[in-house]
């Protein structure tokens, strides 16, 4: 990893004579090694959610999150993909960290995530006790002009008002945030994970909108 430091004297001074040293430890700054936990449901970016955890492969995985070891990535399953080769495995995936944990009284490890960035997958390997593990690189934020967010803003607060269990997952609520509501809306429709690939590569938050619009109406 290439750790950059600045200093902040020189930088107020002047930009040009900032002075830069790297530590090089062996991987890019833009990508990491990291866990993979195919799932059915999806969260994405800013979004929350509750697991069960009960495999061994996955048990180590949370354990290896926690202690700081390795970072794990949710992801979607491609129906269409062969385990074997792992293509099984949609190239987008969301990195999270542990925001909270518990024992359950069925004696399960409860966690709930918080998913941080958008990552590309590629080198999927699985390891002796069946956890996939990637290469990831981390994707910008999906950007562009989405003001008219009022009303899929105020369905989706109707939405999670209808159902406080998701509600109770976040500490706060942001239906006017455009980015926020429509990475939430991604996460709750039911459509292909096919096809929310494709709208999350679009990289155009205006077109994702007007897409969940006509959808939601």
Same mark, same amino acid.
């Given at each position: 990893?290439?750790?950059?430091?600045?200093?902040?004297?020189?930088?107020?001074?002047?930009?040009?004579?900032?002075?830069?040293?790297?530590?090089?430890?062996?991987?890019?700054?833009?990508?990491?090694?990291?866990?993979?936990?195919?799932?059915?449901?999806?969260?994405?970016?800013?979004?929350?959610?509750?697991?069960?955890?009960?495999?061994?492969?996955?048990?180590?995985?949370?354990?290896?999150?926690?202690?700081?070891?390795?970072?794990?990535?949710?992801?979607?399953?491609?129906?269409?993909?062969?385990?074997?080769?792992?293509?099984?495995?949609?190239?987008?995936?969301?990195?999270?960290?542990?925001?909270?944990?518990?024992?359950?009284?069925?004696?399960?490890?409860?966690?709930?995530?918080?998913?941080? *960035? @958008?990552?590309? #997958?590629? =080198?999927?390997?699985?390891?002796? /006790?069946?956890?996939? +593990?990637?290469?990831?690189?981390?994707?910008?934020?999906?950007?562009?002009?989405?003001?008219?967010?009022?009303?899929?803003?105020?369905?989706?607060?109707?939405?999670?008002?209808?159902?406080? *269990? @998701?509600?109770? #997952?976040? =500490?706060?609520?942001?239906?006017? /945030?455009?980015?926020? +509501?429509?990475?939430?809306?991604?996460?709750?429709?039911?459509?292909?994970?096919?096809?929310?690939?494709?709208?999350?590569?679009?990289?155009?938050?205006?077109?994702?909108?007007?897409?969940? *619009?006509?959808?939601?109406?």
């Amino acid at each position: 990893t290439f750790i950059i430091i600045f200093d902040p004297i020189t930088m107020s001074r002047r930009i040009s004579t900032i002075f830069i040293s790297f530590v090089i430890t062996g991987e890019t700054v833009s990508s990491f090694t990291a866990a993979l936990m195919p799932l059915t449901s999806h969260v994405l970016p800013q979004g929350r959610m509750a697991l069960r955890i009960f495999e061994p492969r996955y048990i180590r995985m949370v354990k290896e999150s926690m202690k700081g070891d390795r970072k794990f990535v949710m992801c979607m399953l491609n129906a269409r993909g062969d385990k074997e080769n792992n293509s099984h495995i949609f190239q987008l995936g969301s990195s999270v960290s542990i925001v909270d944990f518990d024992q359950g009284k069925d004696g399960f490890l409860g966690i709930t995530v918080e998913a941080k *960035e @958008l990552v590309e #997958l590629e =080198d999927i390997v699985t390891e002796d /006790d069946g956890l996939r +593990v990637g290469r990831c690189k981390p994707l910008d934020i999906i950007a562009g002009d989405a003001n008219n967010i009022e009303e899929i803003g105020r369905k989706l607060e109707s939405v999670f008002q209808s159902y406080p *269990e @998701l509600a109770s #997952l976040y =500490d706060n609520l942001f239906f006017e /945030d455009p980015f926020w +509501v429509t990475m939430r809306w991604l996460e709750l429709l039911p459509i292909s994970s096919a096809q929310k690939q494709s709208l999350l590569y679009q990289r155009d938050l205006g077109r994702v909108v007007s897409y969940l *619009e006509d959808l939601i109406e």
